[in-house]
């Protein structure tokens, strides 16, 4: 009877086995075909010249250091299915096309079209911003277009020259809040016991789960670096709009008193009180556009260039035998290995290795915009960049919208560290956590027994937690609060006994971190290379992107979707642009997977 049993299930397998890999080679026997004839009906094309036009630049999807790899397949399955998946930008390409557009004959200015750009950081937006400063020494003009200005999005268009809204639109400031849920009573009434290990009273992760608000210790941190981000916001847009600060965001009552100017107009408040230049329809800003830039040669709209089309365009550095290598960090830092939205030990440990391997490689900038994770990951990762230093190749640091906890664990070491006065950093601290279920399975009727020849062995979720386990947690915590504080003492030539009043999880911004020696020098990314090459004596060096290795099947879909064969494809399949357009997927790695279960993670800077 068994054998029957599974000779049958056998039957299945084989059955689904031979069908699965019918579908897949009949798809990829479908790509190859449709390849083939793409390529064939593609005739060549005399190029001509650019014409004069703006730039027309749509920030609608999520501002990111560096774009993930996409997956053709989950792109495929997302445009079947109908789900819409956020875009994704690369701030410094962003940047290179603005700065490229500025000595541009053919770029008569730029349009920012920002009414669709999702909640974006500050530290990202000023970047742009500076940027944009820079294009206006051209003398050509920057005008903004919106039907509403959430507040991120007028941070960026009151760089322009010209601010134009929907007459039933307006401008919607608020300022800055973070909140979070707190657990404790929620945890009680589930009799559910958790079992928290950490250092320092400023380490406020896991507050939500021993209490039911803030401590003061947290609110006063909270505080100090978000009305430090409130008063730059202000102050940037203040001095772009040339207003007032208390006029720019007046008091409620004097707020309230200027809406009943206007009968509550939001529209014919933000012009009257100059938050925005000229009330526009959409058909009055198209002929705007028309009469400052030109009418396009199909006379649908006025001459543009779009941003995805410029940028594909952008020159790249001359060929030179010195290379200074830029890495970017992004994401939660997590053990194993991973490519998307998340800074994978292993993974980035191989694009380290190519460039140790690289001769030319004469330094290393490493990008760091992460709240932190896994304190062993980030040690690992750390440890390579190590490496390089042995080598007396300098590893220079430029911190991003945050680098906070293991984010800051991996830069503690670096050579020269770059920061935005509105990085969000420190957070050095050690946390360890997890919860026991012995009380809510006994109210179910449910016991635990057995044998074990240890206690360490009895560790399980489904019994209380033996003492003496809990006292070896809480040393190995506060053993890696050392580990973590050493290396910051020494990296960046504190002494030990001043680094309690830095460290115990307080949070600073890039500013703070200048003042207490967290950080060297405010500064961003192309300031951090134009350091490494100093440094260097390099006259001449190229800037090469690490990026993670690609298997043989990855890599046959990446050049697949980014070469002249992509293009070719997206002519001649219907809709098969919009699978260019699809973000990235849920992370496969997940975030808590340190193999002692101790963390150095900022969860407040996450929000941020």
Request: glycine share 6%; hydrophobic share 40%.
């Amino acid at each position: 009877m068994f054998k029957l049993i599974k000779s049958i299930f056998r039957f299945f397998w084989r059955t689904l086995n031979f069908i699965r890999s019918l579908i897949v080679n009949l798809f990829l026997l479908f790509m190859v075909v449709m390849v083939i004839i793409a390529l064939s009906s593609v005739s060549p094309e005399p190029t001509e010249p650019p014409t004069a036009a703006a730039l027309h630049l749509v920030l609608d999807g999520q501002i990111v250091e560096q774009r993930q790899r996409v997956n053709p397949m989950a792109e495929f399955t997302n445009e079947m299915l109908g789900n819409t998946v956020e875009k994704e930008f690369d701030l410094h390409t962003i940047v290179k096309a603005i700065d490229e557009a500025r000595t541009d004959s053919n770029i008569t200015g730029i349009v920012l079209d920002v009414g669709s750009m999702p909640s974006t950081s500050q530290t990202k937006l000023a970047t742009i911003g500076q940027a944009l400063l820079h294009f206006k020494d051209s003398g050509k003009p920057i005008i903004a277009y919106a039907d509403y200005y959430d507040q991120h999005q007028y941070y960026l268009a009151s760089f322009a020259d010209s601010l134009l809204l929907n007459p039933k639109g307006a401008v919607l400031m608020r300022g800055m809040n973070s909140r979070r849920l707190f657990f404790k009573d929620a945890i009680d009434n589930l009799d559910v016991t958790t079992h928290i290990f950490r250092v320092g009273t400023h380490k406020s992760f896991v507050e939500p789960y021993l209490r039911n608000d803030m401590s003061e210790e947290a609110k006063q941190d909270l505080a100090h670096w978000m009305d430090q981000l409130w008063q730059s916001y202000l102050t940037t847009v203040s001095t772009n709009r040339e207003l007032a600060a208390d006029h720019l965001m007046p008091e409620p009552a004097a707020l309230l008193s200027r809406l009943k100017e206007v009968d509550g107009d939001g529209a014919r408040y933000a012009e009257k009180f100059g938050l925005v230049d000229q009330l526009t329809t959409r058909t009055q800003a198209k002929q705007l556009l028309i009469d400052t830039f030109g009418e396009s040669d199909d006379g649908s709209s006025y001459n543009n260039r779009s941003y995805g089309e410029y940028a594909q365009g952008l020159s790249n550095d001359e060929p030179s035998d010195n290379t200074i290598a830029v890495i970017v960090a992004q994401g939660a830092i997590v053990g194993g290995s991973g490519q998307e939205n998340v800074i994978a030990a292993d993974t980035v440990i191989a694009q380290l290795n190519q460039a140790l391997e690289d001769e030319q490689v004469k330094a290393i900038v490493v990008r760091v915009d992460s709240p932190g994770g896994s304190a062993f990951a980030s040690e690992l990762i750390r440890e390579k960049f190590q490496q390089f230093q042995e080598k007396d190749i300098p590893v220079i640091v430029s911190m991003g919208s945050v680098a906070a906890s293991g984010g800051y664990w991996i830069s503690s070491t670096a050579d020269y560290i770059f920061a935005s006065p509105t990085t969000i950093t420190g957070s050095i601290g050690i946390f360890g956590m997890f919860a026991t279920l012995e009380n809510a399975l006994a109210k179910l009727g449910i016991n635990s027994d057995g044998y074990a020849t240890s206690t360490l062995a009895e560790v399980s979720p489904f019994q209380a937690l033996p003492n003496e386990v809990k006292q070896i947690i809480q040393l190995n915590v506060e053993h890696g609060y050392k580990d973590f504080v050493s290396l910051v003492s020494s990296g960046r030539d504190i002494a030990l006994e001043d680094m309690d009043s830095i460290a115990e999880g307080r949070i600073w911004t890039g500013q703070d971190a200048v003042d207490n020696g967290l950080v060297d020098q405010l500064g961003g990314l192309n300031d951090a290379i134009e350091y490494a090459a100093n440094l260097n004596n390099l006259d001449d060096y190229q800037v090469k992107r690490l990026t993670p290795p690609l298997s043989s099947r990855d890599r046959f879909i990446a050049q697949l979707f980014d070469s002249q064969i992509g293009g070719a494809l997206e002519s001649a399949i219907p809709n098969w642009a919009l699978l260019k357009t699809v973000a990235e997927q849920a992370p496969a790695v997940d975030k808590f997977n340190d193999p002692l279960g101790q963390y150095s993670f900022c969860a407040v800077c996450d929000q941020m």
